[in-house]
């Protein structure tokens, strides 16, 4: 009984503590712990797992001849299905307000030397926030596209949603990391 009491008075003093510092409905505070940056998510969560889809369906030709790779085990399809759950909860993460694109003080990825620097891509995702929260919502639109191949273990479908992710991903690194590319 005594350890229920201390619980209920923990929980009353949390949800206290959390109503007093969002100051109403318009707090900036995000409820949500963002300390895992955009480039933490890319190079964590996103990129692998997209990858891995990616590399799912293809032929290579090499001088053995042709290979066909495509998932064909219920292991194979149940690691996609993982790397796609992980897809579609990494754009949730994306969603979350407060969110860097970097570490304060980071310069350009070395993997993307031609890049905005982090500087410039956060202050255009702060101005433009409702534009990068559509491609993000586009992106598990397409992550939601994948789940239903791989659900329905359809190759086709999944090389094909594939490549929609690819447009997905781009549009948004196009708009907000990516300079134009020069006039010929």
């Known amino acids: 009984m ?5 619980i209920l008075r923990l929980l009353s003093l949390s949800a206290f503590l959390l109503a007093s510092s969002q100051g109403g409905a318009q707090s900036s505070v995000s409820e949500f712990n963002t ?14 797992n997209a990858d891995a889809l990616w590399e799912s369906v293809r ?6 001849g042709v290979h066909v790779y495509q998932p064909e085990t219920d292991a194979d399809w149940l690691a996609l299905r993982h790397n796609v759950v992980s897809l579609i909860e990494g754009g949730n993460s994306l969603l ?5 694109v970097a570490p304060e003080g980071a310069g350009t990825d070395p993997e993307i030397p031609y890049a905005y620097p982090p500087e410039q891509i956060q202050t ?7 534009v990068f929260n559509g491609f993000a919502s586009a992106f598990q639109s397409v992550a939601m596209q ?6 329905a273990r359809d190759v086709n479908a999944l090389d094909e949603s594939g490549e929609l992710l690819d447009q997905a991903c781009e549009a948004c690194h196009s708009y907000f990391w990516y300079p134009p590319a020069p006039a010929n």
């Not at 300390?35 to 692998?48: A, E, G, K, Q, Y």
């Not at 255009?124 to 409702?130: G, I, Q, S, T, Y």
């Open 2 to 6: 005594q350890a229920q009491q201390q």
């Open 35 to 48: 300390v895992s940056t955009i480039r933490d998510l890319m190079d964590s969560v996103i990129d692998p």
């Open 59 to 64: 032929t290579e030709i090499n001088e053995t």
């Open 96 to 100: 979350i307000p407060g969110r860097r």
């Open 124 to 130: 255009a995702l702060e101005n433009e926030r409702p």
């Open 146 to 151: 994948l789940l239903n191949a791989v659900d």
